[in-house]
């Protein structure tokens, strides 16, 4: 079936440096990607998304690009800011099924 | 309504004491989801509402588990003789059309302590 695999967290770093989440999937159709985002005490919020190969999604400077010869949704940002320290969920859907399939989650913790 | 919305935000109750939760899904969003999450983890799906129906329930963990919705809306989830392993925040998701392939919106979720 369809799986979603992300690094372990959590990812430590400092104000500014460059961020990268692994995300990679299995699935046997053409999957649109999301990365959602979790702050403390809050529910997920969708960050970006790409529907199909090559496509790029983007927002808040996050950025992430969809590879269907490596089958990978990697997260990146160039200059991450204390206010980024969440949890960075990856997830995939296809338009047959009816449930988003989740990866486990990375907890990102941004130091001053 | 602009979001979806969950009530309470936070629950304590005593255990073996019956619980209610409550999710006001995005107006027209005709799929609804919940999840469970447990302190520190990922998400555990729990059921699935297409309109009234639920087409997939395989994610209740025990028969003191049970949820509806009503007019397409308002889904409620009660556990019944609740223990303090049911402790966890109950996220609600909500989603246009048969398939997740537009994402799905979020509540901010309901806090449930047993104690």
């Known amino acids: 079936g369809d799986s979603v695999t992300q690094m372990e967290g959590p990812v430590t770093l400092s104000e500014e440096a460059f961020l990268t989440i692994n995300c990679t999937y299995t699935?046997?159709?053409?999957?649109?990607l999301f990365w959602y985002v979790q702050y403390p005490g809050e529910g997920l919020q969708l960050l970006l998304k790409a529907t199909k190969a090559d496509d790029k999604g983007s927002n808040k400077g996050f950025e992430a690009t969809y590879r269907k010869e490596t089958t990978s949704f990697h997260l990146e940002k160039g200059s991450v800011q204390v206010s980024d320290s969440a949890v960075y969920f990856c997830?995939?859907?296809?338009?047959?099924?009816?449930?988003?399939?989740w990866g486990a989650g990375t907890k990102l913790i941004i130091k001053p | 309504g602009a979001g979806v919305s969950q009530s309470p935000s936070n629950k304590v109750t005593e255990k073996g004491k019956d619980v209610e939760l409550r999710c006001d899904p995005i107006s027209g969003h005709t799929a609804l989801y919940w999840y469970r999450q447990s302190l520190g983890q990922g998400l555990e799906f729990l059921i699935y509402f297409q309109g009234n129906s639920a087409p997939d329930k395989s994610g209740l963990p025990s028969d003191r588990f049970s949820a509806e919705r009503t007019g397409g809306s308002v889904s409620t989830l009660t556990i019944q003789r609740t223990q303090q392993e049911d402790s966890a925040v109950y996220l609600c998701?909500?989603?246009?059309?048969?398939?997740?392939?537009?994402?799905?919106?979020f509540g901010s979720g309901t806090r449930l302590t047993v104690v």
């Open positions: 699935a046997t159709g053409y999957p649109s």
């Open positions: 998701a909500s989603s246009l059309g048969e398939t997740a392939n537009y994402g799905y919106t």
């Open positions: 997830a995939l859907s296809d338009l047959t099924n009816y449930q988003l399939i």
